[in-house]
């Protein structure tokens, strides 16, 4: 018993080291009476450094046993295993003591660790097969253990069974238990713009991997192109300890320009508009201004570097291209021109052409003053010249000449003013020239001004005598318009006095008109015209009055004189030839009826119109209700060939109530005293037709408020 204590003693030291601790899962139930672990297969060679049981299920003392199966995994239970070798034991270690050790296990080992705590042998019970890791690599932890109470015996080695279903007894263990290193990263500057390198200087352990990038120095250089965290992970004697120090990359800034315009004519002047960064610099120039306006002689390339508040720089550039003044010539077709002509107006040196005075180039046009144009011509880069041009327009001459009128045999004086020469169709060239035609002539001069001319036709009016006769043939009362023969004379005489080139005559015999016409002195016009009338009468009678009753006939006798057939046209759209007619007058309504006579030569007419009418009658509603429902409302007269109506309403006791004319009236059940009562009312209704014919009938009515 002392032996055993002294080996326990001798690994019973509190870890103050770095250490890692496998995964057992959580505690999910406990058990007491025997003792419980695990066993698993090693995935990997490590260290065994340390082992405690957790106080979830018992604060009492520890009793722990590590052992390496030599012949396979503890049988299933009730079967039992011996072929193990003791790795560690220890008894009665204090609650809080994890226990140091240091057993090296080889990938392969079949390693089986149990424990409980106090003389009760508690166990603390976890899941079934955990899935657990060393050193990054999988294992599974399966349950065994033995029927015996470690706290309560000194006999050890005990039989050793597995029941890889039930749940694990939890005992931590630690592996890789080692001094952690003090690592140190440090980056100087920690701060850089995009591009530049920066060296980062790592200490503190005996072998180093930087990362990103898995570099095994001890410090390293690096050029990230955005803000980077890097870790150095530092060993020493197989303790791992990691620093993080971060570089901030400042970005170049983006510097941005824009020329306002880029393309600019010769001695114009462009705005650069810089933006993006917090001071700058301009080259060429050396300007430390954001923005700049120049007026470069020729193309150049202008170059703005940037710094951001960081201390970053960046640059751009940007091109100002310059264009040439174009040289501008106007061009005139024809730069003298006449009053009335035409020039066209053309414009070189330019891709575009605009010019004053609304003209278009290369299009013709006709001004009207003596003008100066500017031609603005525009090259194909955009840059505009001048030009002007001076259009002279010589007014056309006004001319004038007389146009005499002359008796026959007379000579005619012509003369022209207005220009400074002349030229006659006769081949005179005198202002004045005496023709003396027989009949009407035109004679064309042309006068001069410079290179302008006009030209006017004088025409000598001759006055020759016309003797002109006519017959005309015609029917009596019908108007005939009698003409004079010729248009020409400046006044007429006719035989029945009348002084114009015609008129329109009615006569009922036949007439002979006669006319005589003068231009001034000269006669002539002589002229006799003949009216000869074909007599026709048309008359009807049969129709006396205005209004005639429907379904009446009219015997209408035709009266005509003169006529050799007749036709009759009716209202309802029949027609007749007979001689005299009968006509039933079947349809109400205004009804005209014609009557058409004819000869060889002459045709005449006559209509006469009736209104035909029902004959006189009326419906009278025999009961109404006045509520309001918009039906019924109203005690109203239907009427039919009815002209003008009275009615009277009456009550039961012959009291009058109320009273209306005119054939559209009607009672809406209203007295003078308000709502008229229900019960029976009698009205009186005097009416006359058409024919004025005057008649009286009365009736009753009920009247029904609801």
């Known amino acids: 018993m002392k032996k055993s204590l002294l080996i326990l003693l001798s690994f019973f030291t509190i870890i103050s080291k770095s250490q890692t601790l496998m995964s057992v899962g959580p505690q999910i139930s406990t058990y007491s009476g025997a003792t419980r672990g695990y066993h698993f297969t090693a995935p990997v060679s490590f260290n065994m450094c340390a082992l405690f049981i957790p106080t979830d299920a018992s604060t009492g003392t520890q009793d722990i046993r590590v052992v390496r199966f030599t012949a396979g995994a503890p049988p299933a239970f009730a079967g039992t295993t011996l072929l193990y070798t003791t790795l560690f034991t220890a008894s009665g270690v204090a609650s809080t003591t994890t226990l140091s050790c240091s057993i090296p296990i080889t990938a392969g080992d079949i390693i089986g660790i149990y424990g409980t705590r106090s003389t009760a042998c508690v166990n603390s019970y976890g899941n079934p097969n955990v899935l657990t890791s060393i050193m990054g690599f999988t294992t599974t932890l399966q349950r065994s253990g033995t029927q015996n109470c470690l706290g309560t015996l000194a006999t050890w080695p005990l039989p050793i069974w597995s029941e890889v279903s039930g749940s694990i007894g939890r005992i931590y263990m630690y592996y890789n238990c080692c001094i952690t290193p003090t690592i140190t990263a440090i980056a100087s500057p920690s701060s850089i713009c995009n591009g530049a390198s920066v060296a980062i200087l790592g200490g503190g352990a005996t072998t180093y991997t930087w990362m990103p990038g898995s570099i095994n120095t001890e410090s390293i250089v690096v050029t990230p192109s955005v803000t980077t965290s890097y870790t150095l992970s530092g060993s020493n004697a197989g303790c791992t300890s990691t620093e993080t120090v971060e570089v901030t990359v400042n970005p170049t800034p983006t510097i941005s320009l824009v020329p306002l315009p880029a393309s600019i004519c010769n001695g114009e002047s462009a705005a650069i508009l810089g933006s993006g960064a917090a001071t700058y610099t301009w080259m060429p120039g050396s300007i430390n201004t954001e923005s700049i306006s120049v007026t470069p002689s020729l193309t150049t390339t202008y170059t703005l570097s940037g710094t951001s508040v960081a201390g970053c720089v960046g640059t751009e550039t940007v091109e100002v291209t310059v264009n040439s003044i174009p040289t501008i010539s106007a061009i005139a077709s024809n730069s003298v021109i006449c009053m009335g002509g035409s020039t066209t107006l053309s414009g070189t040196g330019g891709s575009t052409y605009s010019w004053t005075g609304g003209i278009t180039d290369g299009v013709a046009f006709s001004p009207t003053v003596t003008t100066t144009y500017t031609l603005t011509g525009t090259s194909i880069s955009g840059c505009t010249n001048t030009s002007i041009i001076t259009v002279t327009v010589i007014n056309i001459p006004v001319i004038s000449v007389n146009s005499p009128t002359i008796c026959a045999g007379e000579t005619a004086t012509l003369s022209v003013s207005g220009a400074t020469s002349y030229s006659w169709n006769t081949g005179e060239t005198t202002s004045n020239i005496n023709p003396s035609p027989l009949t009407n002539s035109n004679y064309t001069v042309t006068g001069y001004n410079s290179i302008c001319s006009s030209s006017l036709i004088a025409s000598v009016s001759v006055n020759t005598l016309t003797i002109y006769t006519s017959t005309i043939i015609s029917c009596a009362n019908k108007p005939n318009t009698i003409n004079a023969g010729i248009s020409s004379a400046t006044s007429y005489t006719w035989s029945n006095s009348v002084n114009t080139i015609s008129q329109v005559v009615a006569p009922t015999t036949t007439q002979t008109y006669s006319v005589s016409g003068n231009i001034g002195s000269?006669?002539?016009?002589?002229?006799?015209?003949?009216?000869?009338?074909?007599?026709?009468?048309?008359?009807?009678?049969?129709?006396?009055?205005?209004?005639?009753?429907?379904?009446?006939?009219?015997?209408?006798?035709?009266?005509?004189?003169?006529?050799?057939?007749?036709?009759?046209?009716?209202?309802?759209?029949?027609?007749?030839?007979?001689?005299?007619?009968?006509?039933?007058?079947?349809?109400?309504?205004?009804?005209?009826?014609?009557?058409?006579?004819?000869?060889?030569?002459?045709?005449?007419?006559?209509?006469?119109?009736?209104?035909?009418?029902?004959?006189?009658?009326?419906?009278?509603?025999?009961?109404?209700?006045?509520?309001?429902?918009?039906?019924?409302?109203?005690?109203?007269?239907?009427?039919?060939?009815?002209?003008t109506l009275s009615c009277f309403i009456f009550d039961r006791w012959g009291i009058k109530v109320y009273e209306w004319d005119g054939i559209n009236g009607g009672w809406d059940g209203t007295t003078k005293k308000g709502e008229a009562a229900d019960g029976v009312y009698y009205f009186v209704l005097e009416y006359k037709d058409y024919k004025d014919n005057a008649r009286k009938s009365k009736g009753i009515f009920h009247l029904f408020n609801n």
């Not at 003949?530 to 009753?549: A, C, M, R």
């Not at 006939?553 to 035709?558: A, E, H, M, S, V």
């Open 522 to 643: 000269c006669h002539v016009l002589s002229s006799v015209i003949t009216l000869s009338i074909n007599p026709l009468f048309t008359d009807y009678t049969g129709i006396d009055e205005q209004f005639v009753i429907k379904d009446n006939i009219l015997t209408l006798i035709n009266i005509s004189t003169g006529a050799s057939n007749y036709e009759w046209n009716f209202c309802d759209g029949t027609s007749s030839i007979l001689t005299n007619q009968l006509f039933l007058a079947k349809d109400t309504g205004y009804c005209c009826i014609k009557l058409i006579a004819k000869n060889i030569s002459c045709r005449d007419s006559t209509f006469k119109c009736i209104n035909i009418v029902n004959e006189a009658s009326f419906i009278a509603p025999n009961v109404f209700t006045p509520n309001g429902d918009s039906r019924n409302d109203v005690f109203k007269i239907k009427t039919d060939g009815i002209k």
